[in-house]
């Protein structure tokens, strides 16, 4: 039995939109990436992004088990001298909740080149709007 590799024109990309409102940022973050990688479907490949997009609406109202909103802490380098930053979860989550969620689903997905072009097919919004409603988005249950 050959191995079936799908070609580029056959990779066919579906778009999801899932609610973030009151589930935890880990486990959503995991599902995300999960979709994003492509490991839902049959045709699997690890070293083909056969994934699908993503839109993450509600990103405000994300929860974050523990004491996670004081204890867990970002940090970033600028690339100047001196340059390094820091900023807690709840400040974070309070001044711009989209990077909260795509900072967790980066961390899921492969250090690579591979790994970037899954993370440009996820979209995170702060309210319950999103502009894409024109590719008729499925809605995702995560529970």
């Known amino acids: 039995m050959p191995t079936v590799i799908p070609k580029e024109s ?10 973030a409102q009151g589930q935890v940022l880990g486990r959503l ?9 492509g490991k839902h479907k049959p045709t699997f490949t690890p ?13 405000e109202k994300i929860h ?4 996670k909103l004081t204890d867990k802490v970002y940090r ?3 690339g100047y001298i001196g340059g390094l930053r820091e900023v807690s979860a709840g400040r974070l989550l309070r001044s711009h909740p989209e990077r909260v969620i795509e900072w967790a689903v980066e961390g899921m997905l492969p250090k690579n080149r591979l790994g970037r072009a ?7 919004y702060r309210g319950g709007d ?3 409603a024109a590719q008729q988005p499925t809605v995702l249950e995560t529970k």
Do not use: Q
């Not at 056959?10 to 609610?19: K, N, P, Q, S």
């Not at 973050?29 to 990688?37: D, Q």
């Open 10 to 19: 056959e990779i066919e990309r579906r778009w999801f939109v899932v609610d």
């Open 29 to 37: 973050a995991s599902r995300v990436a999960s979709i994003l990688r």
């Open 47 to 59: 070293h083909l992004d056969l994934g699908d997009h993503v839109v993450v609406i509600n990103a």
């Open 64 to 67: 974050l088990t523990g004491r």
């Open 76 to 78: 970033w380098h600028t």
């Open 118 to 124: 899954m993370a440009k097919k996820l979209r995170v």
């Open 130 to 132: 999103h502009p894409h």
